[in-house]
């Protein structure tokens, strides 16, 4: 119980230095919310007053304990390019950002395993040097690329879908996942390598531990033995990387929205950091660090509650 209540108090720390953090950093960077808003011919009266009636010439302090004091309420702002509530802004995106999540992480959770698998149960043999190789190749390769690469080859060449042709999964469900299809690649493809050679390792560790080999006494082929028994605790560091891994693909979407105009929240905080949009950066700053940060505490609790070794430790 006070590992859990030590989590806890982590996690709230962390959000209330990265949302600061990231308050911060608008005051630093060159130019505010007011000039990006009235244009480079507005005079610096009109930047002025428009500055003092979005509350910009206040001090920072004041402005962030404002804002921190209305998030905890729930009321996020008003947005200053869209001028509408900052959480139906993103009410309208984070369900698309959430479905790309989960198809990358159904992608990984399919595909992964089958060759992982079998990679350790062909352990030095072709399939596994194979399958080596191509994951060494894979994890190099960022997102950003994959995604420029698919678009170009299933878009441009194979015309498969339309790039920048987005359709809502309110309006044609099938058409969407066609279309989410493509960016989950992206940002699954060096994850699904990265989980391929983690279980691969993992479950070849096991297999030579004592217990496979008196597995094998009693009869076991290897791929009983694989599967039965030296899977189940090959799973717990693997539980611990996917649960990074699916931290991780939230800022990985943040780029591969862009590259496919997907609307999601990625590609409206690059649109309202453009904009000096500060409520809804501070907003979506927030959100993804919660994303990051409640993740890993409930992969911290699964790995305990896996492995007995951390609780008594």
């Known amino acids: 119980m006070k590992y859990i209540v030590k989590k806890l108090i982590t996690l709230i720390i962390t959000l209330f230095v990265v949302s600061f953090l990231a308050f911060l950093a608008f005051q630093v960077i060159s130019g505010d919310a007011a000039t990006s808003m009235l244009g480079t011919n507005a005079t610096p009266e009109q930047v ?88 060494q190749i894979i994890m190099s390769i960022p997102p950003i690329f994959v995604g420029i690469l698919l678009s170009f080859v ?73 599967v039965s028994h030296a899977l189940p605790n090959a799973m717990i560091p693997v539980v611990a990387f996917l649960a990074v891994s699916i931290a991780e693909m939230a800022a990985a979407s943040i780029i591969v929205e862009q590259i496919f105009s997907v609307p999601g929240i990625g590609r409206l905080l690059l649109a309202s950091i453009s904009n000096r949009d500060v409520p809804v950066v501070q907003a979506i700053v927030v959100i993804l660090a919660f994303w990051v940060v409640a993740v890993n505490f409930i992969a911290d ?13």
């Open 48 to 135: 002025a007053q428009l500055r003092a009636e979005l509350g910009l010439d206040r001090p920072v302090l004041v402005q962030y304990g404002d804002w921190l004091g209305s998030f905890l309420q729930g009321d996020m702002g008003t947005s200053y390019t869209y001028n509408i509530p900052v959480r139906e802004l993103i009410a309208q995106r984070l369900p698309v950002t959430a479905l790309l999540t989960l198809m990358s992480f159904i992608l990984i959770l399919v595909v992964s395993f089958p060759l992982g698998l079998l990679a350790a149960e062909q352990e030095g043999r072709l399939l596994d040097r194979s399958l080596t190789i191509s994951n």
């Open 154 to 226: 299933f878009g441009e060449v194979l015309r498969v879908f339309v790039p920048g042709n987005f359709v809502s999964y309110k309006e044609d469900l099938p058409a969407f996942l066609l279309y989410m299809l493509f960016p989950a690649i992206s940002i699954a493809l060096p994850r699904i390598a990265m989980t391929v050679k983690m279980l691969r390792s993992s479950v070849l560790n096991e297999m030579g531990k004592n217990y496979i080999y008196t597995a094998y006494s009693r009869g076991h082929s290897r791929s009983s033995a694989l």
């Open 301 to 313: 609790i699964l790995y305990q509650y896996m492995d007995p070794r951390v609780r008594l430790s």
